[in-house]
């Protein structure tokens, strides 16, 4: 894939009333090593435990499907085969949405009865050329799937949904048919007028917003969720953390450093030192404490922040490790790494491996070094949890 466009992923769900689980499940994954973007958007039929338990059935059907690369006919067949069948209706207890982004940013997209994707290209609607696939399978013999195939461009966006969406406000007296997807569509192009660069998890929680506050009153009358994936210029971030084996390559440290294109990160006071002693610059202490588990922060000119290292990075990882939509982080220096990272797309570490006595855990087989396992720990969680990035440089 082309370094210059980033693939954002988000999607925003409400559960229906009162139910503690959602009936709709949205499953997205990376395969790095093909270069592909994944996602898949489900509707199990009613709410609750059991929509819940089908939705995540046909998601992880499909993306395990299309991991292996079978057809779009065989994927859609055998999950829709694999589900029962609502004996009274005679349709599927199972909605899908299945999007393929291959290496050249081709995009495959499978509908099965979710309402349609909108595609925006820019701020405009983008309408590629559907089909319409008969299905043989032995129990939705002549159920329709459609398809679709067209290469992205930067700034395009493609936006899944479930009923909840397009159906809400529907019988009451000032939306007796509902949202509809004419004006959600239209309400999509007013919000990127308004904001041509708006993220996909703040465009996914708008339209989910706007669907159960305005057209429910408040509450979902069904489980509701919008998912967006936006091909953008990416976001990137260096983290430099550690003084290097050789101090001869200190000042390739703080060259690459100063070279860099994005947000920059340093944790460590060591690693403080050296880069601004390389580069000639000054620096101050914050007298602030927001967080009595750390030393204050150290305030850099151009640096996006500069704090101390292991226990800085070990909080930033546990409080990753734990994180979810309730999350509320602080203005401590551990939060703000936290919140630098989950906004970047395209994460760089440069670790140190000089040895620091002071970080070396003797019950380690041969001393290795904690500030290496906690930077491990955090490109793991941020590669499989937050879809990020990351690459590793040890110097």
Not at 10 to 16: E, L
Not at 207 to 226: C, K, P, Q, R
Not at 255 to 265: D, L, P, T
Request: with cysteine; glycine share 6%.
């Amino acid at each position: 894939m082309d370094d210059s466009i980033y693939i954002e992923i988000n999607c925003k769900q409400y559960n229906c009333k009162d139910n503690v689980v959602c009936g709709d499940v949205f499953l997205s994954n990376r395969i790095n090593s093909e270069c592909r973007v994944l996602a898949v958007l489900s509707d199990g039929m009613g709410s609750g435990i059991k929509a819940g338990v089908l939705a995540m059935l046909t998601s992880s059907m499909a993306l395990n499907f299309v991991k292996e690369h079978r057809s779009i006919r065989e994927t859609a067949e055998i999950i829709m085969d694999t589900l029962p069948v609502c004996s009274e209706r005679n349709i599927s207890y199972s909605t899908f949405t299945i999007i393929d982004i291959d290496f050249d940013y081709t995009v495959h997209i499978v509908e099965y009865d979710n309402p349609s994707c909108i595609i925006m290209r820019s701020n405009n609607i983008f309408t590629p050329q559907w089909e319409r696939i008969e299905l043989s399978g032995t129990k939705h013999k002549g159920k329709i799937i459609n398809i679709c195939q067209f290469s992205a461009h930067i700034e395009d966006r493609i936006i899944m949904m479930t009923d909840g969406v397009v159906q809400s406000g529907m019988g009451s007296l000032n939306h007796p048919f509902g949202w509809g997807h004419e004006e959600v569509e239209q309400f999509i192009c007013r919000t990127i007028k308004k904001n041509t660069h708006i993220s996909a998890s703040e465009l996914a929680y708008n339209i989910a917003n706007e669907a159960v506050n305005f057209y429910d009153l408040g509450t979902a009358s069904d489980d509701t969720s919008s998912a967006v994936i936006y091909f953008r210029s990416p976001r990137k971030l260096l983290v430099c953390t550690g003084p290097p084996y050789k101090k001869e390559y200190d000042h390739e440290l703080s060259k690459r450093f100063k070279e860099f294109q994005g947000n920059k990160v340093i944790c460590g006071g060591t690693t403080i030192d050296i880069i601004t002693r390389h580069l000639g610059i000054s620096y101050s202490v914050d007298t602030e404490v927001i967080d009595e588990e750390l030393p204050p922060e150290v305030l850099i000119k151009d640096v996006n922040l500069a704090t101390e290292g292991v226990l800085t990075l070990s909080k930033a990882a546990k409080t990753l490790e734990e994180y979810d939509t309730s999350t509320a982080l602080t203005t401590g220096p551990s939060d703000k790494l936290v919140s630098l990272l989950i906004n970047s797309d395209k994460i760089y570490f440069i670790v140190g491996t000089g040895i620091n006595k002071a970080h070396q855990d003797p019950i380690i087989t041969g001393g290795m070094d904690i500030r290496r396992n906690i930077v491990n720990k955090l490109a793991e969680c941020l590669t499989n949890k937050f879809l990020k990035q990351v690459t590793l440089d040890f110097i």
